[in-house]
């Protein structure tokens, strides 16, 4: 019983532990190979479980001397370099490179220091436009270790140990090759440096300050334009040689073909490291291009000039005395040039003694018709119709208006005539004076200078208080932007931010570029001796009519002096934006400088046109309202340059063209209203009932030729625009303006010359000297231009003429 029962248990503790092992070998099994639903793929095997742990390998090495051997997953590299007796001129240069290598499983290089540690992998993948592209061979400068941050001197004498570690997680075998050198990276003042620089290979190269050296400038220049980043770095370890970290150095700029960057001492006490990085494409310096081909290989020459502050004679003034010396001479030559000759007084009374008022001829009967001055501000019309009657068809017009004239002064003079009555009666006065111009072939200034001499000084003041405003308004924002860019540059860096003529600039206290700053200074002084001089002209003027008030009612251009005034002022705000512009110039912001140059530019024509034209002039409301409309339109160029702004741009230029040639083809009696197309129709309907041939025959022959050659020069720069789209709109804006103005200048004087008028010697010397320095501002920048003194002395030779006498065109 005792065995059957022991055989019993020893059976099922058999069974029990069969089970238990069942059990386990299943949950294993399982764990293995565990069950997939049907479809499902298989996953891929575990990698293989190493069966024993990385061999390093140990190689006492030396310089100079190239390894090649292969590496895998089991092994290590360990390249041991005895450095000793090494110079702080000289640098350490390794150089690896690997044909086997992939992007999953690399090569690992390590370079350890005393201090610190130096990594990459090969091969180095960087970004070329939408791929990826592959370098297998890498070049590094190591850093010497006696620059790493807190480091004590290091004694040259000394020997330093360096580990270079090489390493994969491949299973199969990598080769690779190495190589470690010693190079000189020290360069001197005035010594040019060659190197080839690839974007697996950065050069470095080291810089200190020789005695009485406190500015330096860093230039940098190639014969390709592929894109690289030149970046000035504390002698100090680790170095920023890659694309993704050069921006942490000192100060970078991106090259393609020059670079320039002013270093100074007092920032790089230990000197400096000039770190070469050329890019894996061509993005961050241009847009336009990009260079396909595999081979970035770069050529930069480095050179170090001594940049200090230009030592002038001992007699020679500073600038703001040549400037002020310059302002005292041209003062004093138009001051003495504007003097009249003999007793003013004494001329004004000749001139005027006996004169009548003023009278204009009449067209159909060749016999003078008097018009006097009326006191009120009644004036021709802005809105007449752009087409004159011939004299035959309006005999009748005239007529009846001359009758009614005549009965006018009848009932006038009877004293029971109502009020209801005598403003008909002024009325009449109006119809009166205006048919007396309507019937006339040719217009004179008396024709267009009927309002009160008052008032009209009054509204050419509101030209320079609305530009006072605007500049203010514009002026301070500019100033603060311009200060906050300043302080992000000094704080980043990043010279990439502004534009600058790096190889020219010099820099002062926080200014980068201070001398091109300084430069506009001129603008500002030559508009305070603009104004001033205006302001003697005006007080002559006053002088003149308080000798004899009918001076300014009846002789010379009538003189409005708000336009001259705030020419001045813009000229002022010209320089100071200039200035703010030239802080941190770039594309963006260069509206600051362009802006005040269409305002100029306006001003210039308005003033033109306000010397013949003095009742129908634009008001400074509606000039400074199409001026911002142009600053906007400005700024959408810059920003959004599609192919349909610039359709749209073309059509508005070619419509402004049209416009204002009709009013200055119709002499201002032109105007645009919801009548414009019945009165053309009319006028056409007219000319081909009196001749088929009357409508290609012009009123004006002289002033058709004139405005064909500047519809024709402004036809050609809306071409140009369309077909070359330039980059830099405000640029292509202000062409457009400073041409027009150049055409409507010389469109005045051509109109002046055949109307029997003189030009003075005074304005005819600065017409030449204009012409002098428009041809070298085209030369040198195609912009930059000025007429203040040719509009300012231009008709001084019509003052003591009668208005009457004074043709419109």
Known sequence: MVIVNMGFWTMKTSFFLLTISSTCWSLSYHNRYPLRAPGEQEPPPPPPRLAATVQPRVINASLDHTYEDVVNALTEFIYVFSVANMSSDSALRVSVSSDDATLDLPLLFAVRQQRGILSWPVPLSLKRGNQQHLYMEVSKTICPVQDYVHAEAADAATTENLYLEVAT???????????????????????????????????????????????????????????????????????????????????????????????????????????????????????????????????????????????????????????????????????????????????????????????????????????????????????????????????????????????????????????????????????????????????????????????????????????????????????????????????????????????????????????????????VLLGLLFIGLVKRRDLMHQEHVRANDRYEQYYGIPRHFGLFYAMGAALMMEGILSACYHVCPSYSNFQFDTAFMYVIAVLCMLKIYQTRHPDINASAYVTFLVLSFVVFVGVIGVLEGTVYFWFGFIALHMGACLVLGAQIYYMGRWSIDSGVFLRIYQSIRADLATSPTHCFRPAYPDRMALLVMAGLVNIGLAVFGGITVPKDFASYLVTIFITNLLLYTTFYIIMKLRSGEQVLLQPFLYIVLSCISWGAALYFFLQKSTTWQILLTLDDDLVFTRRDKIPVF
Not at 306 to 323: E, K, S
Not at 397 to 426: G, K, M, P, W, Y
Not at 483 to 504: E, P, R, S
């Open 169 to 523: 997680a491949s299973a199969r075998d990598v080769g690779f090759s190495l190589v470690l050198r010693q190079e000189r990276v020290s360069m001197g003042l005035e010594n040019s440096t060659e190197f080839q620089v690839t974007p697996s290979a950065p050069r470095l190269a080291r810089f200190t300050f020789p005695p009485g050296v406190s500015t330096a400038l860093v230039r940098a220049t190639s014969p390709d334009d592929i894109c690289a980043t030149v970046s000035i770095q504390n002698v100090s370890c680790p170095i920023f040689d890659t694309q993704r970290d050069v921006v942490y150095g000192n100060q970078y700029q991106t090259m393609t073909l020059k670079a320039g960057i002013t270093v100074r001492r007092e920032n790089f006490p230990n000197g400096m490291f000039i770190v070469l990085v050329v890019h894996g494409d061509d993005t961050q310096c241009s847009r336009s291009y990009q260079h396909i081909g595999a081979d970035r290989r770069k050529t930069v020459q480095l050179l170090v000039q001594r940049r200090q502050r230009q030592q002038l004679p001992d007699d020679t003034p500073p600038p703001v005395a040549n400037y002020g010396a310059i302002s005292a001479g041209s003062s004093s030559t138009i001051i003495g040039s504007d003097a009249v000759p003999g007793d003013t007084g004494a001329r004004l009374r000749d001139t005027l003694s006996g004169a009548g008022p003023v009278s204009t001829p009449s067209s159909g009967s060749g016999r003078q018709g008097s018009l006097q001055r009326a006191d009120s501000d009644s004036s021709l019309s802005e809105t007449e119709v752009d087409m004159l009657p011939e004299t035959d068809q309006d005999k009748n017009l005239f007529s009846r208006v001359r009758s009614t004239h005549q009965s006018r002064d009848r009932l006038i003079s009877s004293d029971e005539c109502s009020a209801d009555e005598r403003h008909s009666t002024l009325r009449l006065d109006e119809l009166y004076r205006e048919a007396c111009v309507r019937t006339k072939t040719f217009l004179f200034v008396s024709d267009l200078a009927r309002k009160n001499p008052r008032v009209l000084a009054k509204k050419s003041q509101l030209y320079i208080y609305n530009l006072i405003t605007i500049a203010v308004f514009y002026a301070v924002p500019v100033v603060q932007l311009v200060i906050t860019y300043q302080k992000v540059l000094n704080v980043t860096g990043d010279q990439d931010i502004c534009y600058y003529n790096f190889l020219c600039a010099h820099p002062l206290g926080v200014l980068s570029d201070f001398n091109h700053v300084y430069s506009n200074v001129g603008y």
